[in-house]
């Protein structure tokens, strides 16, 4: 058998047949094209708000990590180990869901207390495991529609500071911010992402937002954009080291990071759901939904160690099974050693960081506006009772406002104005407590 098409349905739905290694290389490569983009961009964000310079040795060191421990993680869901993982092709990277949370906490409490709450709310989440059947019912399309649909207008204007120069300059008020130099890297981004979403097939739509991000690169080699240095001094091979940043363990910054677990959780259980019915055609069983919460926890409690930020399921790579039909998780396997590799060699984290800010803008304005549509795409199968509009203006209205007008809750102490600030945190637990308590009826 030397290609997909000579397996029978069968087969292609067994997560135990072993593709043949051709297929196999092909396949594993789309999986990680296909979210490559997405799982860096977070470690690049939290880099610019701990104030590491943009492609520095820092952002090199958090972007090594995302690559080593999403495969780490993804091999966690494989491959698994006793009651952990889902043991289907669940591919996981860094997730954008904890974005809002991980800015309040480096900005207020610092690095060392992210991966403190990163670690404990690992290990949170992995607990998770043993009741996430119970608690589902907590989130229907309206929470988790919701609680996407704020990140989403969350990150917006960050995607825009990007593009138009980075958040550094703009603070410093720097006269070329927002010039033409600037928002032409970040537009030969988003219009090569569109060409190639719309007008290819296969890899290369999978592929589209990192492909855009490559012609953008390219553009900023051609015009001078991208500073090489820190590739030349980065080493070929290194290890992880523990604690980089030191740990420190701040409540606050734990109990918003386990809140936000629980989301993360819920996407996951929606993730391998839709694979096991995209793929095979089935639900998916109790033991596979508790062994990738599992593995979702302890993936991100080992990365919060070695400074990776938390890991869940990515669903783009959902919609790669369904349009592949392919469960075979030995490609998805492939996958995460790929990563694996890249993660322990700097140069390649190096490459990355050398990125111009704007085109890496243009590529957050479309995955930030994919967040966006996804949470709108959920909310669309909802409902619109006069009860679960209130509860969507209620929740949208308090937390996205109270992060625009932050010195609104400045009498408050300290712990608690961060977490009523951050944005997404009182969205989901108005959303949540909102949905429990009000009747059904309250038409």
Request: hydrophobic residues 55%; contains cysteine; glycine residues 14%.
């Amino acid at each position: 058998m030397n290609d997909v098409s000579d397996a029978t349905p069968g087969q292609l739905q067994d997560p135990d047949f072993d593709l043949p290694m051709g297929p196999r290389v092909a396949l594993g490569l789309q999986h990680v094209l296909a979210m490559f983009a997405s799982n860096v961009t977070p470690s690049i964000i939290i880099a610019g708000a701990a104030g590491f310079a943009f492609g520095g040795a820092d952002m090199v060191f958090l972007i090594q990590m995302a690559m080593l421990f999403a495969g780490v993680a993804t091999l966690f869901q494989t491959i698994g180990f006793g009651p952990v993982g889902a043991r289907l092709p669940v591919m996981q990277g860094t997730s954008f869901a904890f974005v809002p949370i991980m800015i309040s906490i480096v900005k207020s409490s610092g690095i060392a207390a992210l991966f403190g709450a990163v670690l404990v709310a690992g290990v949170f989440h992995a607990a998770l495991g043993a009741i996430i059947g119970r608690i589902r019912h907590w989130f229907p399309p309206l929470v988790t529609g919701m609680v996407i649909t704020a990140i989403g207008l969350y990150l917006l204007p960050v995607g825009i500071k990007y593009a138009a120069g980075g958040a550094a300059d703009f603070q410093m008020n720097n006269p070329a911010w927002g010039d033409f130099s600037r928002w032409g890297l970040a537009l030969v981004v988003i219009l090569v992402a569109l060409g190639f979403k719309f007008f290819t097939r296969g890899i290369a739509s999978s592929a589209a937002i990192l492909l855009g991000l490559i012609a953008g690169y390219l553009v900023g080699v051609a015009t001078g954009a991208v500073n090489f240095g820190g590739v030349a001094k980065a080493a070929w091979f290194t290890v992880p080291t523990p604690f980089k940043y030191g740990i420190e363990f701040n409540a606050v910054a734990i109990f918003g990071m386990c809140l936000i677990s629980i989301v993360s959780a819920i996407e996951t259980v929606g993730d391998i759901s839709g694979i096991a019915k995209g793929g095979a055609g089935r639900e998916a069983t109790d033991r596979e939904l508790a062994g990738g919460t599992y593995a979702d926890g302890i993936g991100s409690a080992i990365a919060g160690v070695f400074g990776g930020l938390p890991n869940t399921s990515f669903s783009q790579n959902v919609g790669l099974i369904s349009m592949t039909g392919v469960m075979s998780r030995s490609v998805v396997t492939l996958s995460a050693l790929f990563l694996i590799v890249c993660g322990l060699i700097p140069k390649v984290g190096a490459v990355v960081a050398a990125m111009p800010i704007s085109v890496l803008g243009g590529g957050v304005i479309l995955m930030f506006g994919m967040v966006l549509s996804a949470g709108v795409s959920m909310l669309s199968s909802v409902t619109w009772s006069r009860r679960n509009m209130m509860i969507l203006a209620t929740s949208m209205s308090v937390g996205l406002g109270l992060q625009q007008v932050p010195k609104s809750m400045q009498h408050l102490p300290d712990w608690l104005e961060m977490l009523a600030v951050s944005g997404l945190l009182p969205v989901a637990v108005l959303a949540v407590v909102l949905n429990l308590v009000l009747p059904e009826d309250a038409d």
